[in-house]
Structure formats: C-alpha cells, structure tokens
C-alpha cells in the first residue's frame, strides 16, 4: 500500500487534467463528479496508507518512497521521493478529507456559475489538492518548495476567480506579492539549507543538524519562518487574507482556513529538528504567533463582514498553532490544525450557506434572525462556534487547552496569560457573529416583484436593503456541513488531556516528535481547564449580553470609545500604512527607472509609433534614427565604464 | 618596438606638411574672380539641374554591390593563380567550390532580374 | 616550394556544411518553385536541419578539432548545435502558415535562416576569435533582413535598419577587441591566447581587448546596458522572425562567449568576473522591472529574454564544470519554452492582425482552451514554476553559482524570478479570468504551428519532470 503513494497527489492531478480539457464538453454532473471523485478516491488511499502505517511496528513507521531522481547535481541529487510518517499521513487525511467535503458542497455552491467557470473552478480546486498533497508528502526541501509555489498559484487563481470584480482582482494581486515577500526568506532558507548541508533531504538534513553551528541555525529557521509568516499570515505579512475573502467561499473554505494556510505550521513542525536547535528562532515563532492570535482578534470584534470576522479569526487560530510549534509542543500544533480544519471550515461553509440565501449579502448589518429559516445551517454553525470558543470537550476546547497548558507547564507565562485574554475574545467576537447573522431582528426584507437574476447572487454585496428569499441550501451543501458538524464536536477527544483519560494523538506521533511531558500536577492542570473554560463562557455570555439581551451597549461603548473603535475597525490601518509605504513607493520607484532609462531617454518614439497617425509617423521617424543614435551613445558610454574598470581598477 | 613604427610618423607629418603648403601658397598667390558660371558644380559640360540631396532608385545600389561581389572575388584568383602548381589539385579543387558557390548566387541574381534595370 | 595543406577534417563541421548546402539547394529551388508551393521550400529546410541534427548526433562523444584549430567538435559545441537546429526547426515550423498569413511567402526566408544557422554554429564550434567574428557576421546579416522581411510594414524595416546599425556598431567594437587581443599575444587562437597569457599574466592590451571583446557579446546577448535595441527589433521584426533570433542567437553567442571567456582568458576571471557579475545584476533587474511594465506581449517577452540572459550570466560568473552544464541546461530550456511562447502568439493571431497587447488576451482560454493552457504553461516555465523546465535551469544555475561562492548573485537572481512571476501571470489571468474580447473568436489554428507548439510544450514538461539525460549530456565540457 506504502508504494502506492504516488497515487494520492496524482488522483486529484488526473481529475484537474481531465477537466481542463474536456469539462467545456461534459455535463456538469460529470464534472463535478470526476473531481470530487478524483479527492474521494485520494482520500480511500490514504486512508488505506494511513491503516498500513499504523499496522507496522512503532518505531519504523516512517517510509521514503522515492520514484526516480529528479535533478541530477555535480555531487548530489534531489530525488521526487515521497515521505510517509505519522505527521504527513495525518495531513493528508485533513487535506483529502475536509477537502472531499469541499468539494461535494461546491457542487451546490457554485451551481450559479456559468458553464466553463464552473470546470475551471473544479480544475484549479483539483490543482490545489494536488500541489498540498505535494507540499505535504515531499520528502526534501525542494518538492516541498514546489509544492510551495504552486499552492500559491492556485491560491492566486482562486482568489481572483471572479475576476471581473476589481476587488477580486487586487486581493489576488495583493495575495500574490505579500506571500512572494515571505516566500523569498524560504527560498533564501533553502537555498542556505543546501549550502550548509549540501543536501535538501529532510533525514539527511535533520540527521546532521547536531553538527551545524548554532547561529547559523537560527538563521536558517528565520528564513524557514519568514516564509511560514507569509503563507501562514502572521504579522506582519497578514494583511493579505482578509482580502483574500473575495474569492468564492469554498476556496476561502479549504486554502483560506483548512488547508494552504496552515501549511507553515506545518512546515515549522516538518522541520522541528532544526527548530529545536534554536531557541531563538522557536521564541520568535511562539511570539510572533502569541501577537498575531491577539491583535487579529481584537480586529476581529469589530468587523461587519461575516467572512472577514471568520478570516481575522483564521489568522488568530494560526498564530494559536504558531505559539504551539514555537513553544516545542508540536504534537499540539498539529492537533489544533486538525481541529481548527474541521471547525473553521464548516463556520465559512455555513457562511457560504448564508451568501448563498441570501444572494450574497454578507455584511452583518443586513442579517439578523435566520434560525427559522436555515435549521441545518444555523445548528451546524453553533456545533463550530461552540467549537471555536473552546465550549468543554467540543474540539477546539482540547487542542486550545493543549497548547495553553503547554504554554504554562514551559514557563510561557505571558504567552498563556495572552493565549487566556485571546481565547475570550474569540468566544465573544464568534458569538457576536454568531447571534447578529442568526438571532435578533431580521434585518432584510422580502420584495416579491423584482425578479433576481442570476448575476445578482454571489456577485456583489452591495449596501443598503436587498429584497431576497431566505431559504435552507440545497442537501449537497449541507450534508458536508452535517459531517463537518460530528467532527467539530468529537475530532477533539483524539488528543485528551491527560488528566481527562489518554493522549492518543500524542501517543500516535512518537515516531515524529519526542514525547512532550508537560510535568503538570493534575490540579494545575484542572485549574488550567477551569481558566479557559472560564475564559470561553465569559465571551459567550458577554456576546449574549450585548446582542441580544441589551443590544444598545455595543452602540453606546462604541461612541464612547470611538478612537479605540475606530482604530479596530479600520484594522490599525495598517493597510492603508503598507500601501503607502511599500506599493506607492515601489510603483513610483518602477515607474521611474523606467520612465527615465527607457521611455524618456530612449522609447517615447517607438511605442507611439504603432498608433501614431499618419502625419505623426513623418515625425516620429526623424526622430527614430536620432534614437538609433541614442542606443549608439548609451553603449558607447557603457563601453568606456568597462573599459575604464577594467584598466584603472 | 616603437622605434619600428618611426618612419609612418615622418611620413604622416610629410603628407600633413605638403597637404597644409599647398594649400595655404594657392590661396595666397591665385587670383580670385569668381562667377555664376564658375561657381556652379562641374556636370561634365551639362548644365546642373536640382539638389544632388534626393533619394536614388534601390537600383543603383544593387548594381553597385553586385558589381563589387563578382568584382571582388577575382582577387582571390590571383594568389591561387600564382601558387597554381604547388596547390595541385587540392587548390583546384577548393577554387571550383569556391566558385560553384559563387555560381549558385550568380544563378539566383539572374534568374530573379537582378541584372535587368527595369 | 611546397605548402603544407591544413587538416581539413570536414566530418568536423559536418552539421553546418550539410546547413550551408541545404541553404544554397534551397536558394535555387526557389527559382524553380512556383508562388503557391513555397512552402516545400521551408519543408526542404527542415530535413535538411533534421539530416544536420543526425550528423551532429553521430559527432557526440568524440571530440575533434580541425582546421588548424579553427573550430572544435566537442560535447560543449555540439549540445549547442542541436539547440540552434532544434530552435530553428521549431521555428521554420511556425514561419511556414506565418510567411503566408503576412503575404511574404517567400523561399528567401528559409534560405536566411538556413545561413543564419550555419554562422550560429560555427560560432558554437569556433575556437578562433576570427572564425568567431566570421561567424557572428554569418549569423547577423541574414538576421538583419529577415527583421525586416515584412517590407511593406515600416515598423519591421525600421527593426531591420536599427538592428543593422547598432549591430555593425557592436561588431566594430568586437573586432577592435580582436585587434588588441592580436596585438598582446600575437595569436587569435583561444588556446594558444590562455598559454601567452599564462607567460605573461599581466597585459594592459589584453585586458582592453578583453573588455571590447565583451562588449561585442554583451550586444549579441542582450545584457544592460547594451540590450537598447532589443525592445525595439523584437518588437518590429516578424514575430516568427522574433522567436528565432531571441533563442539562436541567444544559444550561439552564449556559446562563444563562454568559450572565449573561459578558455581564453581565465587568467583575468577575477576581472571579468566582477564585470559580469555587476551586468548579471543590472540585466536581471532592469529586464524584469521594464517587462512588469509592457502591456504589449512580443515587448514583454522581449524584457523578459533580456532577464534571461542575465541570468545564463550568472553561470558564467560561476565558470567551472556546473556553471558550464547549467548554461546549457538553461538555454535549451530557453530555446523551447520562448519558442512555445512566441508560437502561442503565432498561433492565436488573425491573418496579420496579431494579438499583441496583453488586453487582447481576455477569455482566450474559453475559446482556445489548448492553446491557452499551453501558453500558460510556458509562461510559468519562464517564470521557473515547478516542475518545468524553466525551473530546473534557474536551479542548476543558482545552485552552480552558490557553489562556487556567488551566493550574493543566486540570491538576487531568486529575488529577480520572484518578481518575474507577476507580469508572467499577468496573460495567464487575462485568459483564464476575463471576458472574451470581441472579434478574437475566428481563429483557425494551422496545426503545424500546433504541432510545434505541442513538442515545445513536450520538451519542456519533460526537462522539468526527467531532466536527468538532459543534464547528463551538458555536462560534456569543452575540448581544450
């Protein structure tokens, strides 16, 4: 079963191949079908591989299956080799299966699309399946660089699906270039990989790390992160996937909350043994995840957009898993990945269930009291927010709790002190979305006479009062949401807290990570519990009190503490502060150097010169070959700077 | 060495010196009365008509090249004709490729018109 | 008086006599062949190119040198030789519905590239800085008129005559460089300079020649601040004509500039080596920042295949065995995926009415879905996405160049192909993401354009994903 790895990525690949050529020629069913199959099928073989693994003995349950070698170099050679261990194995089974479930409910979210929109959607989806399993199965730095860039293609591609809409267009845009800043540190980090080990196979690499300098180390893991702070959006590289909202909810679904994002996390966990050489580096992961997770969720009690609460909320639970990895609790990262997948996946999936009832309103304001109208949606919703806010024994309330007490049991004391203060503002600010899209007053009308077209839905949310017909989605949407629902509620009971009964996730990772004792007495560990148990249901009874009990106090607290509030809601401005300091003066320095060496000195002539009238061509052509005379000049000066170099030097 | 290269100095101080003298004696010693007539261009006796600054027919100069192509390419005789027993047949040999190619070329001009003015 | 004949091995230069023959059987078949069949006139070209290929073939393995020491048949030489045959036949293969489609069908065409190939690879196989300077004139004359092949286009003539001036300008420096190089050593041969120089390490003459030698090349490839030209002719001449010279040239002057640089001068690599590292820099950056700015393709790809050969530079500043495979790696890379890309270009356009601006493009992925992705597929390769070909090249040379101590210039070049990525992309989300354009909707793809465009497309997916013998047969070095 170990050799038929190479299957996993290649399913999805085979389904988007076959639907790039022929989905224009096939019936949508058949399309939807081959690509939900294609992750279907990836996921019966991994979980096939995954039953294989754990059937061997527990200390070699990590397989290399190399297939060929890939680039030959001078003295080394990087092979396209698959890694099998119980961490990736447990990645695939989040990647495949929540991305199943996905893909079945795109097949009703997206029925609206046109016809080739609707293949190139399953086609990019089915990319992105493979490109993650890639980046996750890679057995070297290399394959994971690749599959690296090429979730950040599909990521690109997804976002500005709706391309028409100049919003989704610059998000993609801005996606594209803040990931490359944090791609170019893990580029440079691969790079200084290969030149320090001269190898970028990860057990030759983890095997040797002993004898390497420790300073170099760190800088090595700097650049590792730097890129994980990217795709990962940590601070200060965030700003990216709140805009990234713009694509179609499925995408924001699986790359924005489940899968592709998490993927620094998981490759902070994929290289621990390198980390765990460098407490400088892990105190700088578990910081910077510690103040994304807080500062995210302070802008996330304000937002009026459903789905940018969700995505603050997303770049919150990141640095959560940031903090865990940081802190050497890597077992704990990857289960709070696990668990963050299902429940953040089903909040955006029932969000799109609303746009999708909504004609694609999603501001807050125009909400309000759709419990009667979507049951299904409403109860999978509360089964993910109570999840979220750590509501005992739903799944984020054990691998919350885990990386807490692991926070504490390290010494971290500040971190878990700021982990405690997030954990209640994320209960509160998931409530609050919570009680304003599905409790109080509607907020929405019901206008019978004006017929919607099928451009209207999902399209634009516009301001204002829209005339729409609540209704429950279609059982393709919302048995994914059901699935997703049961694993939100009992995905947490894999990794219990010692004291509850036992850790079998903890157990299951061995062959991965040293065993992470925490030393905790058992009443520590209680009053651990207790804090953030404490800290969840404080949120939620807050929310309840401000929106629905006494709904006049969020308006009241917001004027009077309009500078705060305004600070929050325009997110710190720290879009409006990048955009001025890197995109103004970039663009500027572009435009430049090339205003000044090409189109000033050396091109105005030349561009005119196609579109130029007649009589302006007469023009222009006596001052082209005074042009040539330039291009003449500008080598000859550059002749003299070699030569002169070249003596005098 | 540079001593080598002595005699082009002089020799191109000689030219400059000459070039300056006669000159300058002309100048000085030569009567000046000029007309019309005498300062017109000189058209082997026919009387000058327009600017010389027109464009000319491509014509001209694809005579031109072709006339310094073939013209050219008797050079290469000449060393071959005086070394024409020592090269034997390998020289007769390479000097029938070389004007096979030249052949070929002269076939194209032909055959495209390229000899004809109209 | 007796003369001592030269060892005329002709098996030596077989690939570019049987190129030269083709050309001149070609040039008098035109005679006979009447309007409407010109076209055989191209398919005659192409075997003889394939006969050229299996000739080139039969050499591997065996390196020789003849003439005097003239020109060389080694694996170095003879990679680049099946590039340039391989890039020319891929573009006769897009010319032959091209010249057509521009109403200028005629066999001159392929009798100028034919010409034009024989100079690229005497310059690849040349071991004499005069056989170089012949053969760069060999390869540049035909290349000036078939820039301006479209004579009633005066955008294409205008290509022609400013690539012909500048041209004679830069090869004017070249020869000077011959000159002094001639003068410091008394020889033009590479090898025979490197033992002269090896006696007498320290030559002022030597050193002038060398940096006008680099100039003449610098031109030829495109490197700032001698690429002016390159938007300008790129953009003019015939886009078939475009996609010939942006990869032949690029393979062939490559070849002799590496093998002048590293045969003949290694005594003053630490010179030259800061020169070319600091052009490395210039022509990687200022390419890649003026095509983010083009929203016209053929000037994109323009500034984009002057970043390119910034970064084949790099190889060079790293010399050695890796720095030598990765260049040829990376050119062959080049040569099919530029190829393809231009190809993409041929094969959407209307008649005469190219797709030209990057607005042109919307929604052609709706109407043209294969050609579309194939596009695509070879934009993301010169960006050097993986697993494609272009990614495999810019590996091997950055890893080449932080082998050998040139990290600082690896690291730039990653910088530089990250920023590429986004004008790369720009088409890409143009097809794949916007409306339709009106009146793009009537195309009929000639399938042998198709059809080279799917072997370029082949090519490139196999050097991405199996570049081993690729990599295995560049590694063959020079015959010193």
């Known amino acids: ?649 | 060495m540079p001593v080598d290269y002595l005699p082009i100095l002089v020799m191109i101080a000689i030219v400059t010196a000459f070039a300056v003298i006669a000159l300058t004696l002309s100048a000085m010693t030569g009567p000046r009365r000029p007309n019309p007539t005498k300062l017109s261009p000189y058209e082997s006796g026919m009387p000058p008509f327009g600017s010389a600054r027109r464009r000319f027919s491509i014509k001209y100069y694809l005579t031109a090249v072709l006339f310094i192509l073939f013209d050219i390419e008797i050079i290469f005789f000449y060393p071959w004709a005086v070394l024409f027993r020592d090269l034997g047949w390998f020289g007769l040999s390479a000097m029938g490729t070389f004007m096979l190619v030249l052949l070929i070329g002269y076939v194209y001009v032909w055959r495209k018109g390229g000899f004809e003015w109209d | 008086m007796s003369l001592s004949v030269p060892d005329l091995n002709f098996r030596v230069i077989a690939p570019a006599l049987i190129v030269a023959l083709t050309a001149l059987i070609v040039l008098l078949a035109e005679l006979v062949t009447p309007a409407p069949r010109k076209r055989w006139l191209g398919v005659l070209g192409l075997i003889g190119l394939l006969i050229a290929a299996g000739a080139t073939v039969g050499l591997w393995g065996a390196p020789a040198s003849a003439f005097g020491g003239m020109v060389v048949a080694d694996n170095f030489g003879l990679f680049l030789t099946l590039v340039i045959l391989l890039g020319a036949a891929l573009s006769i293969l897009l010319a032959l519905d091209f010249v057509r489609a521009h109403r200028v069908d005629q066999g001159e065409y392929y009798v100028l590239v034919l010409f034009a190939v024989v100079g690229m690879i005497l310059m690849a196989t040349a071991t004499d800085l005069i056989v170089i300077f012949l053969a760069l004139e060999l390869l540049s004359l035909p290349l000036y008129i078939l820039a301006a092949f479209k004579r009633a286009d005066a955008r294409s003539l205008e290509a022609g005559l400013k690539y012909f001036l500048l041209g004679a300008f830069s090869s004017a420096f070249f020869l000077y460089g011959i000159a002094f190089i001639f003068g410091g050593t008394g020889t033009t041969n590479l090898m025979k300079i490197a033992d002269a120089l090896a006696k007498n390490p320290r030559n002022d003459l030597l050193l002038v020649g060398a940096g006008l030698l680099l100039v003449g090349f610098a031109f030829k490839v495109a490197l700032v601040p001698f690429h002016w030209w390159t938007p300008d002719v790129y953009d003019g001449a015939p886009t078939a004509v475009t996609a010939f010279m942006s990869v032949g040239v690029k393979a062939a002057a490559f070849g002799a500039f590496f093998r002048a640089f590293l045969v003949a001068l290694p005594a003053f690599a630490f010179d030259w080596r800061i020169v070319l590292a600091a052009l490395a820099v210039l022509t990687m950056t200022l390419g890649n920042v003026a095509a983010l700015l083009q929203s016209n393709v053929k000037r994109m790809l323009a500034y984009s295949s002057i970043a390119h050969a910034g970064y084949i530079l790099i190889a060079l500043v790293a010399m050695g065995a890796s720095g030598l495979s990765s260049a040829l790696f990376y050119l062959l890379a080049y040569t099919l995926t530029n190829l393809g890309a231009f190809g993409a270009v041929i094969a959407l356009s209307d008649g005469e009415r190219e797709r030209l601006e990057i607005r042109d493009w919307g929604g052609a992925a709706r109407q043209y879905p294969f050609i579309a992705a194939m596009f695509a597929i070879f934009m993301l390769s010169l960006a050097g996405f993986p697993p494609l070909a272009g990614f495999t090249g810019k590996f091997l040379i950055f890893s080449a160049a932080v082998e050998t101590g040139w990290a600082w210039l690896a690291v730039i070049g990653v910088l530089n192909s990250l920023v590429s990525a986004y004008f790369y992309l720009r088409p890409i989300v143009q097809m794949y993401m916007s409306e339709p354009v009106p009146g793009w909707d009537r195309i009929r793809v000639a399938p042998l354009v198709a059809l080279a465009l799917v072997l370029a497309l082949i090519g490139v997916i196999a050097l991405g994903l199996y570049p081993t013998p690729a990599i295995v047969m560049a590694t063959g070095g020079f015959l010193r």
């Open chain 1, 1 to 649: 079963m170990i050799n038929s790895l190479w299957l996993i990525p290649a399913l999805p690949l085979a389904g988007a191949t076959i639907n790039a050529i022929f989905s224009r020629k096939l019936p949508r069913w058949l399309v939807s079908v081959i690509a939900c199959g294609a992750v279907g099928a990836s996921f019966v073989v991994s979980l096939l591989a995954f039953f294989a693994m754990q059937s061997t003995d527990e200390h070699h349950r990590v397989f290399n299956v190399s297939l060929f070698t890939w680039i030959p170099v001078a003295d080394f050679k990087v092979d396209v080799a698959f890694l099998l261990d119980p961490l990736s194995a447990l990645m695939l089974l989040v990647v495949t299966g929540v991305g199943f479930l996905i893909h079945v409910y795109s097949i009703g979210y997206m029925d609206a699309e046109r016809d080739d929109g609707y293949g190139h959607f399953f086609t990019y989806l089915n990319l992105f399946i493979f490109s993650m399993l890639m980046l996750v199965l890679g057995s070297n730095y290399l394959l994971m660089y690749v599959g690296w860039e090429l979730v950040g293609l599909c990521s690109y591609l997804l976002i500005s699906f709706w391309f028409h809409k100049p919003e989704a267009a610059s998000a993609g845009k801005k996606a594209f270039i803040t990931t490359r800043v944090g791609d170019f540190g893990f580029g440079l980090g691969v790079l200084l990989i290969f030149t320090t080990f001269g190898t970028l196979d990860f057990a030759d690499i983890f095997a040797h790390a002993k004898l390497i300098d420790q300073s170099l180390i760190t800088i090595i893991t700097l650049l590792l992160f730097a890129g994980a702070v990217g795709k990962s959006a940590q601070i200060p590289l965030y700003v990216w996937l709140p805009d990234a909202m713009e694509g179609p909810t499925p995408v924001s679904a699986l790359i924005h909350a489940a899968t592709m994002v998490t993927a620094g996390v998981y490759m902070v966990a994929r290289s621990h043994a390198l980390f765990e050489l460098s407490p400088f580096s892990s105190e700088v992961v578990a910081w910077t995840g510690a103040l994304t997770a807080i500062y995210t969720a302070t802008i996330a009690l304000v937002q009026m957009d459903l789905k940018r609460v969700l995505a603050y909320s997303t770049i919150s639970q990141l640095g959560y898993m940031f903090v865990a990895v940081g802190i050497g609790a890597y077992g704990a990262g990857i289960f709070h990945l696990m668990t963050h997948a299902f429940f953040k996946a089903l909040l955006f999936l029932g969000a799109g269930s609303v746009m999708h009832a909504m004609n694609g309103i999603i501001d807050m304001r125009q909400l309000g009291g759709l419990r009667a109208k979507m049951p299904r949606t409403y109860i999978t919703f509360l089964a993910a927010a109570l999840a979220i806010a750590g509501f005992p024994f739903f799944a984020g309330f054990f691998s919350k709790d885990e990386i807490l007490a692991s926070a504490f049991a390290t010494g971290h004391t500040a971190i878990w002190v700021i982990g405690l203060i997030t954990a209640g503002l994320t209960a509160f600010y998931i409530f609050r979305a919570f009680f304003l899209t599905f409790h109080t007053e509607p907020r929405w009308t019901t206008d019978d006479r004006r017929p919607l077209t099928e451009d209207d839905s999902h399209r634009s949310s516009v301001n204002g009062h829209r005339s729409v017909h609540p209704h429950e989605s279609p059982a393709v949407m919302t048995i994914p949401l059901a699935i997703l629902a049961v694993l939100s509620v009992i995905g947490g009971f894999a990794g219990m807290p010692k004291v509850m009964g036992a850790n079998f996730l903890e157990h299951y990772f061995e062959p991965v990570f040293k065993p992470h004792d925490l030393h905790l007495a058992a009443s520590t560990e209680w009053m651990l519990i207790g804090a953030s148990v404490a800290a969840g249901l404080l949120g939620i009874a807050l929310a309840y009190w401000f929106y629905i009990a006494r709904p006049t106090i969020p308006v009241t607290l917001a004027r009077r503490f309009s500078g705060i509030y305004n600070l929050l809601w325009h997110k710190y401005w720290i879009d409006e502060i990048y955009s001025w300091l890197f995109v103004d003066k970039g663009y500027r320095l572009a435009m430049f150097l090339w205003q000044v060496l090409d189109v000033k000195i050396i091109d105005g002539a030349a561009n005119g010169l196609g579109r130029a009238t007649a009589a302006l061509s007469r023009v222009t052509r006596s001052w082209q070959s005074g042009y040539a005379r330039a291009y003449a000049l500008m080598m000859l000066i550059a002749t003299v700077i070699v030569l002169g170099w070249l003596i005098l030097r």
